[in-house]
């Protein structure tokens, strides 16, 4: 069965930099479009990043140019580096894949932005 293990959150000053890594198990990694996501308590989980089983990437407008996905498919890992971070990018953050794992989540790694 699938499981994700989100990690490399942590408290940074605005202006830094983080480096969030998810490991993947449980599924057919390569072939997988895979994305970030991130939530805040009482709002909706957010599709920060995105990239498709060929490395093609799309983001949301909030981290354009300051965000990079990417992936490594012989460790089944989603990365995500996050430069240039704003109070507004404090959230939990969440790997997982457009189409969805049945409702399945990992526990997220937490990220909090001072200013």
């Known amino acids: 069965q699938v499981r994700l293990v989100e990690s490399g959150g942590g408290s940074v000053q605005a202006g830094g930099s983080l480096r969030l890594s998810c490991a993947a198990s449980?599924?057919?990694?390569?072939?997988?479009?895979m994305a970030w996501y991130r939530q805040v308590p009482g709002k909706q989980r957010e599709l920060v990043a995105s990239?498709?089983?060929?490395?093609?990437?799309h983001y949301s407008d909030s981290v354009k140019g300051r965000f990079t996905i990417s992936r490594n498919n012989a460790y089944m890992r989603l990365l995500l580096q996050m430069n240039n971070l704003k109070p507004e990018d404090t959230a939990t953050y969440y790997c997982?894949?457009?189409?969805?794992?049945?409702?399945?989540w990992g526990q997220g790694t937490r990220v909090v932005v001072s200013s």
């Open positions: 997982g894949r457009p189409s969805g794992f049945g409702g399945y």
């Open positions: 449980g599924i057919n990694f390569a072939i997988n479009h």
């Open positions: 990239i498709t089983s060929s490395g093609s990437t």
